[in-house]
């Protein structure tokens, strides 16, 4: 595929009634995420090897936010992700189904779970199929608890998303992208540079071609997904990789896809590690 010119996102902007304000803020900022004075994350690394044809270096879409914003994910107090943590730690002690089983009955504390988010997805070895951390929580809830399973992006799923994922905050994304989880990486690159909806753009189009650029207010990251679940600040909620795959399908004035979708789980595991080599974030705040 070819690399969509500036002046063809020009013309999609203008077609959006939008307004590039050009390379003034083209740059990631320079600074470091520190969280409390203490734990440092790993936001800019080398490309992996499978993007160094496209760029040299990756970063965390924190250094594309404005001073505030980042402050604002420097301290856990400030961070307002940090309320759907402790919500997530009520829900995994709390028991439920026909089981009246709880996350603690089999996993003891949170814990446990430390290291999964940074290699998810992956593909599960026994059924074959991409699964994500949303994937594990409803089977646990629908096999061994005898409950319904969660809505995809209800809040239940976030809270719980966000307090596993707190657990390997810090460690180094590294999701597998060879062996069993080949033809499904291959799958989600080919819908990364697959242009969609009215407006013909792709995942590429965005944060690979252009980064950098201002479009409105928005300074375009390269749409690294390491720090997801994030706080949104323009949402005043919590949201998820898979909500945030909807709503860029939807700008393109296309039918999406289901959050849930065999898609959007390639997808995934494909925007994932693009971005291996950087941290975990755990809970993470956006504009």
């Known amino acids: 595929m070819q690399p969509r010119t500036i002046r063809n996102v020009l ?3 203008v077609a959006l009634g939008l307004a590039v304000t050009g390379m003034a803020s083209a740059d990631p900022v320079d600074d470091e995420l520190i969280i409390d004075g203490d734990l440092k994350i790993v936001t800019q690394a080398p490309a992996p090897e499978h993007l160094q044809d496209v760029m040299d270096t990756i970063w965390s879409g924190w250094h ?15 961070n307002p992700g940090m309320i759907f943590v402790d919500r997530g730690l009520d829900r995994w002690n709390a028991s439920m189904g026909t089981e009246d089983k709880s996350c603690a009955s089999c996993h003891e504390g949170p814990e446990s779970m430390k290291g999964l988010r940074a290699v998810t997805p992956r593909v599960d070895e026994a059924t074959g199929k991409v699964m994500s951390i949303e994937d594990y929580v409803n089977d646990c809830v629908t096999t061994r ?20 994922s707190m657990q390997s905050r810090g460690e ?15 799958q989600g690159k080919e819908m990364y540079y697959t242009r969609y909806g009215q407006l013909e753009m792709s995942c590429a189009n965005c944060h690979e071609d252009n980064y950098g650029l201002n479009i409105r207010s928005d300074h375009l990251s390269q749409g690294q997904i ?62």
């Not at 594309?64 to 400030?78: G, L, P």
């Not at 180094?172 to 291959?186: K, M």
């Not at 700008?251 to 994932?272: I, M, P």
Request: net charge negative.
């Open 145 to 164: 608890m005898g409950a319904e399973a969660l809505g995809m992006t209800s809040a239940p799923m976030k809270d719980l998303l966000a307090l596993i």
């Open 11 to 13: 013309a999609a902007s």
């Open 64 to 78: 594309f936010r404005e001073d505030d914003t980042r402050a604002m994910q420097m301290d856990d107090f400030d």
């Open 226 to 287: 390491n720090g997801f679940p994030v706080y949104r600040l323009k949402d005043a909620g919590l949201v998820t990789a898979r909500q945030r795959f909807v709503g860029c399908v939807r700008d393109t004035r296309a039918e999406t896809f289901g959050s849930g979708s065999d898609e959007f789980k390639a997808l995934e595991l494909y925007v994932a590690s693009r971005g291996n080599g950087l941290a975990v974030e755990g809970v993470s705040v956006r504009h």
């Open 172 to 186: 180094i994304v590294n999701v597998a992208i060879d062996g069993p989880a080949a033809p499904f990486w291959e």
